[in-house]
């Protein structure tokens, strides 16, 4: 009996180290997140051993799964995993100015080789009905306001001049994105290290072998299910999958019919949308805009009315930044972003105002609206 001991505990061994310990079972934020397995593993519920490198995830208070990259300042939701195609979708969320930034693949296990570009246009709203209802100018409905609205176009589809002549310039940013991806949607990050596409095709578990960051396929091959049984399967599966599939098709030759028609129309309404226009002469003359005042922020003023968000750029303010009043409504803007919109439209972009000359009394006591005194402000 105590020479079978060793022996006991050895098979026992070999059978943990095969079959994986209940620490690195597979887990999930919710009932409906996407389940997380090797390489992933959630920090809270998987130790070290039970992921790869670089592929941890954690859940929040909502039940979501989320994914931080060492190159954003915030963790993305993740909204699907696919193992056997080593694909994670997760969900852009740039309905936050600050969330308008490069994923950049720095200190990342992910391939980003698919990147698109996409610049941000900020346009005033008359323009914006007729913009919005074309492809490909992706409106951004959370970014903009009954004034003014947001939209993104991927680089080299529309011709800078096609552009409507109010909208300004934002940002351009690079995201990984599908061929065909909607950037609204959800971006695609690709990893192939480590490499468990054969191990998931054929129904084993993938996971380190070692700690030198090797992996191994573990657990019983689905290709040693007998004959009897695969036939069974064969039949109870690949039936229904047979109908679905059917019914899949004939789904999306209709709605490839009905695309097709619609893409047709958006077409001719696009084309007709972007024709180049004369130059705007809305706007405000060169004599005019400089007449308006113009101050410079110390260290410690605060605006009296506004949020401190300049309402064309959506930036905060900082000090020593040259903002510019419009004199009837007393609403402020960085002196570049009020210029620029002014030459182009000759209403205030917040309240839709027409602006006339008039006097305006300065924000607070270290800012002034002369240019003598602008180098005693910045000093504050």
Same mark, same amino acid.
């Given at each position: ?11 026992? +061994?070999? =059978? ?26 959630? @920090? ?16 929040? /208070?909502? /039940? ?6 060492? &190159? ?29 930034? %490069? ?17 941000? =246009? ?31 176009? @991927? ?26 991806? %909607? ?11 480590? =490499?468990?596409?054969?191990? *998931? ?9 070692? %700690?030198?960051? %090797? ?54 309404? +696009? ?18 805009? *400089? &007449? ?28 020593? *930044? ?10 402020? =803007? ?10 182009? /439209? ?9 602006? *006339? &000359? ?23």
């Amino acid at each position: 009996m105590e020479k079978r001991k060793p022996l006991l505990f050895l098979i026992f +061994f070999l =059978f943990k180290s095969i079959s994986g310990d209940d620490d690195c079972l597979p887990a999930s934020c919710s009932l409906t997140g996407p389940q997380i397995r090797f390489p992933f593993r959630l @920090r809270d519920r998987h130790p070290s051993r039970c992921g790869f490198p670089g592929f941890d995830l954690s859940c929040n /208070n909502k /039940n979501q799964t989320l994914l931080k990259l060492p &190159s954003s300042r915030s963790s993305f939701i993740v909204k699907h995993i696919s193992y056997a195609s080593q694909v994670i979708d997760i969900q852009p969320d740039f309905c936050r100015p600050e969330r308008i930034v %490069d994923i950049r693949p720095t200190d990342t296990p992910f391939d980003f080789s698919m990147m698109e570009s996409y610049t941000f =246009f900020n346009c005033s709203s008359q323009n914006s009905g007729s913009t919005f209802q074309n492809v490909p100018m992706l409106p951004f409905p959370c970014l903009g306001s009954v004034n003014h609205s947001v939209f993104a176009v @991927r680089a080299g589809w529309v011709p800078l001049g096609h552009i409507p002549a109010s909208c300004l310039a934002m940002k351009t940013i690079s995201v990984p994105l599908r061929r065909y991806g %909607d950037i609204r949607n959800e971006l695609t990050l690709i990893w192939f290290r480590p =490499f468990c596409r054969s191990c *998931e095709l054929d129904g084993r578990t993938c996971g380190l072998k070692s %700690d030198d960051g %090797d992996t191994a396929c573990f657990g019983s091959s689905s290709r040693g299910i007998p004959r009897g049984a695969k036939y069974g399967l064969s039949i109870g599966i690949g039936v229904p999958s047979l109908v679905c599939i059917i019914g899949l098709i004939c789904y999306a030759c209709s709605k490839a019919g009905t695309y097709n028609h619609s893409r047709r129309q958006s077409i001719d309404l +696009f084309s007709i949308a972007i024709t180049p226009q004369p130059p705007s002469t809305t706007g405000l003359d060169g004599p005019t805009i *400089e &007449s308006y005042p113009k101050t410079v922020l110390g260290e410690s003023c605060r605006l009296p009315k506004d949020d401190g968000t300049c309402a064309i750029c959506l930036s905060d303010y900082e000090p020593k *930044e040259e903002v510019r009043t419009i004199p009837e409504c007393n609403h402020y =803007f960085h002196a570049e972003c009020i210029d620029e919109w002014l030459k182009l /439209n000759a209403t205030c972009p917040v309240c839709r105002f027409s602006p *006339e &000359s008039s006097s305006l009394v300065t924000p607070c006591s270290s800012m002034s609206s002369n240019s003598s005194d602008s180098s005693h402000a910045t000093g504050q």
